[in-house]
């Protein structure tokens, strides 16, 4: 009962106090809770005091320890709230209850990491406050910043209003001033001009009809001849504005004044009109090509091309400006107005490309190229073929070389770049351009066959290149070989060689047998020593185009050697009339390479169209230039191909004389082939056969397979198609059958020269033969009736016969020549009477026959010719 009871007192007294949401004996606190995407949550810690009852003490004797809860915090009010209603008492909590409180305290090992987050958000909480200090800071210096330059801006722009009327009152008082010294001429001035000085006259922002009209015209003398400004219209104040700037905008004025440079334009142009002064005249040196319009001279002499035109108009020349003018016609225009001109050629635009002069410092060594010449059939590729190991010449048809092909070998840790040249009459040029991109050429002579034309041709190529010559007697290794004969042989041809006193090295070598190939190497070494090869790998390259083909998988393709220089990949270069930009380089061996150095043959990718053997190379800086020489390249070579078809076309009348006179006929041709090279040797072979009554007429000759295009040309012209080492596509095949042109394949030069020959011979007239049968002398002459007069006649020379042509001959000259109408042998008629005999003879339709005329017989014989 005592329990309850005091139970009851302690219910009662709690009843009288004011009921709060604390626990009576806890603390309080509160802990942040960070949670995933930056959300946070405030939770109030409470820590209270319990009571444990030791074991033989009484529940009031406890000793309190804390106890630490965790409930969330309720929301703090931002303004001091009314007390909060009273709440009915709590029972006092019994046994049960209090005892199972005990499952809620938290070990020291918690409250420890709840003490350790607790500080942590506080100092969160204090950078965030110092975060939140720096960015009101930074904000507030901004702001600052910004209204100082508003305020910059507005003194500037009420400078510059100033300024301008300053300039304004001082260019009034001096137009006042000029129209009091000369009253007379201001009745010139046109009212437009009038009413531009009455608008500036204006206040500012007052519209046309916001004044009275003439309100601003107080200029005494010219009152009565100005007329009254008409209203402008609307919406023309804000076309005379002008665009709208920076400074307008933020100033906030609508009303813009001109500018300082429109009001001493507009001052200047006032002042002439009054003085009727000219544009004071500017003196140019004005830059004239070979041929120019007059649209551009007068914009390189900042004249109209009005002026230019009357001027011609005055020499008594109808031009109009799109015309062209030469050199010197626009440089005596341009003396006329006052300039000075500067003569510049088109072909300017290549100055610089080649013949760059080098430092002797940056010159370094390079590798000798070496030219392989001599004979058809000599074993110059197979001498190179034993260089390189491989084997070209059975790759080549006919065994003949039809290329310049280019080959690098490697003898004692030095290359030696090798051009194997062809060697028979038909490739004279390419043979030619070799001997030009040489520095040592090899004559190779057969010991068995000695020196032969196209040996002693190499050797003029050779001597007019200026390069030594290296003498290799091949085929040493047969029995009939004999280089005695061929060093005497060479002596004919100021060839002296070591052997017999001599300058000129000679080695007796097998290319079968491969018999001292490495000696021939050595001289070749040796003489490129003695001639000390030097070329600057560090600058921009330069070259010769070898040969030029059109793959059909790569497109046109130019094999090119450097002579000096770096050719890389990414280069733009300009070959002859063609330009690219370099997109692979293969060597010899076909492996790709990022560059080639002096003396390297290459194959180059990437060029417009294919090149002209022979044609030089160089590297330009960007392809704006590279395009613009190779139009003037092209240009040119489209001019000269004009002008040499008008020298061989000419008029219609000299045509068809010269077809009567001469019976020139032509055999038009469209050759194509594998590479530009052969093309030009099978041109230059065919221009050979010509004669003066029919030659080869080339159409279009060019690198590549045959296409519809020139089955299409060769249908207009009429001329036979030759591919040599080509063929004709699906298409132009079936072109070809359908127009009936013949397409005539070729591997090997002779052959392709050999039937152009003959069909050429067959558009040669015959030739007419005379061949003499015999004379008969007149004795008598009788008149028969019915056949009228017949000459008795004794055969003195030859024979007679009856279907000769017969003439009459008098005193030695031919009086008639005709055919027999009869012959008889006493009453016979008879096929020939020969020498001795007499015999009866008739003319056909002619009569005039005397005793002692001479009657001659021939034959006439037509034989076919050929070229």
């Known amino acids: 009962m005592s329990d309850t009871n005091d139970d009851d007192k302690t219910l009662s007294v709690n009843t009288k106090k004011t009921l709060t949401m604390k626990r009576p004996g806890s603390e309080t606190g509160t802990v942040r809770q960070n949670f995933s995407h930056g959300r946070t949550k405030a939770v109030v810690v409470e820590t209270k005091k319990r009571k444990f ?17 965790l409930k969330p915090r309720a929301p703090q009010p931002a303004a001091p709230q009314a007390p909060a209603r009273p709440t009915p008492p709590r029972p006092a909590p019994r046994p049960a209850a209090r005892s199972g409180m005990v499952l809620n305290t938290l070990s020291n090992e918690e409250m420890e990491a709840r003490r350790r987050a607790l500080q942590d958000s506080q100092l969160r909480e204090v950078e965030e406050r110092k975060r939140a200090a720096e960015e009101a800071k930074r904000r507030a210096e901004e702001d600052a910043r910004r209204e100082k330059e508003r305020e910059e801006s507005a003194r500037r722009q009420a400078e510059e209003e100033q300024r301008l009327q300053a300039e304004t009152e001082a260019r009034r008082r001096a137009e006042e001033e000029s129209r009091r010294r000369n009253p007379v001429v201001e009745p010139v001035v046109k009212p437009a001009v009038v009413e531009e000085e009455q608008e500036e006259r204006k206040p500012r922002g007052a519209g046309a009809a916001g004044a009275p009209a003439g309100a601003a015209i107080k200029r005494g003398p010219i009152k009565p001849e100005v007329a009254t400004p008409k209203p402008k219209a609307k919406g023309e104040e804000e076309r005379r504005r002008g665009k709208l700037t920076l400074t307008a905008a933020l100033s906030g004025d609508e009303a813009r004044g001109r500018s300082l440079s429109s009001m001493r334009r507009r001052q200047e142009k006032f002042k002439r009109a009054m003085h009727n002064e000219p544009r004071e005249k500017i003196a140019r040196e004005v830059v004239l090509p070979e041929t120019i319009t007059i649209q551009e001279l007068a914009q390189r002499m900042a004249e109209r091309a009005v002026d230019l035109v009357k001027f011609f108009m005055k020499q008594g020349q109808m031009m109009k400006p799109g015309d062209v003018i030469d050199a010197d016609t626009a440089e005596l225009v341009a003396s006329e107005f006052g300039h000075t001109v500067k003569r510049v ?15 002797a410092e940056d010159l370094k060594s390079r590798p000798p190229v070496v030219t392989i010449m001599g004979h058809v059939d000599h074993g110059k590729t197979s001498l190179l073929d034993a260089f390189r190991n491989a084997n070209v010449a059975s790759g080549e048809a006919g065994g003949i070389t039809q290329h310049i092909g280019a080959y690098q070998v490697e003898q004692n840790g030095q290359k030696i770049t090798f051009l194997d040249t062809p060697g028979h009459a038909a490739f004279t040029a390419m043979r030619a351009r070799g001997a030009q991109a040489t520095d040592v050429a090899i004559l190779v002579v057969a010991a068995d066959d000695s020196v032969m034309p196209q040996t002693i041709e190499s050797i003029s190529h050779a001597k007019a290149a200026g390069v030594p010559i290296i003498v290799a007697i091949n085929k040493i290794d047969k029995p009939t070989a004999d280089p005695t004969k061929v060093r005497t042989q060479l002596l004919q041809h100021d060839v002296f060689v070591e052997s ?17 190939l490495d000696k021939l190497l050595e001289a070749v070494l040796l003489q490129s020593e003695i001639l000390d090869l030097k070329s600057n790998p560090d600058r921009t390259a330069e070259g010769v185009v070898i040969e030029a083909k059109l793959d059909k998988g790569r497109g046109p393709v130019g094999t090119v ?25 293969v060597n010899d061996r076909g492996e790709q390479i990022k560059e080639a150095t002096p003396s390297t043959p290459v194959e180059v990718l990437g ?5 002209q053997a022979g044609d030089r190379f160089a590297v330009v800086e960007n392809e704006a230039r590279a395009r613009e020489i190779s139009e003037y390249r092209q240009r040119l070579a489209r001019d000269k191909a004009v002008a040499r078809q008008a020298g061989q076309r000419g008029s219609l009348e000299q045509m068809m004389s010269q077809l009567q006179t001469s019976g020139l006929k032509q055999f038009p041709l469209v050759i194509k082939g594998d590479v530009q090279g052969s093309v030009e040797a099978i041109v230059a072979a065919l221009d050979k056969l010509g004669t003066d009554e029919v030659q080869a007429r080339i159409v279009h000759a060019g690198a590549g397979a045959i296409t519809e295009s020139d089955v299409s040309l060769a249908e207009t012209s009429g001329a036979v198609i030759i591919g040599f080492n080509v063929r004709a596509n699906k298409q132009a095949r079936a072109a070809a059958d359908h127009i009936g042109i013949e397409v005539r394949y070729y591997n090997i030069i002779y052959d392709l020269i050999d039937d152009i020959k003959q069909a050429m011979s067959g558009l040669l007239s015959p030739e007419r033969r005379e061949t003499f049968v015999g004379n008969a002398e007149i004795l008598e002459v009788f008149n028969i009736t019915k056949i009228g007069k017949v000459a008795g006649c004794r055969v003195t020379e030859g024979r007679m016969e009856r279907g000769a042509g017969v003439r009459l001959i008098r005193d030695d000259v031919v009086i008639h020549e ?8 006493f009453k016979d008629e008879v096929s020939e009477v020969p020498v001795g005999q007499e015999c009866g003879m008739a003319f056909t339709n002619y009569e005039d026959l005397r005793a002692g005329d001479v009657i001659e017989a021939f034959r006439v014989e037509m034989i076919t010719r050929s070229l």
């Open 53 to 69: 009852a030791m074991p033989g003490e009484k529940p009031e004797a406890a000793v309190q320890q804390p106890a630490v809860t």
């Open 345 to 359: 050629s088109e072909s300017d635009v290549e100055e610089g490309m080649f013949n760059i002069e080098d430092k």
């Open 500 to 516: 017999l006193g001599g300058e000129i090295l000679d080695v007796e070598v097998s290319a079968t047998k491969k018999l001292n």
């Open 561 to 585: 050697l450097v002579q000096t220089g770096t050719l890389k990949v990414g280069d733009i270069i300009v070959a002859g009339s063609e330009w690219g930009r370099v997109r692979a380089l």
């Open 607 to 611: 060029l417009q169209g294919p090149p």
């Open 818 to 825: 005709g055919t027999l109408k009869t012959l008889k042998r």
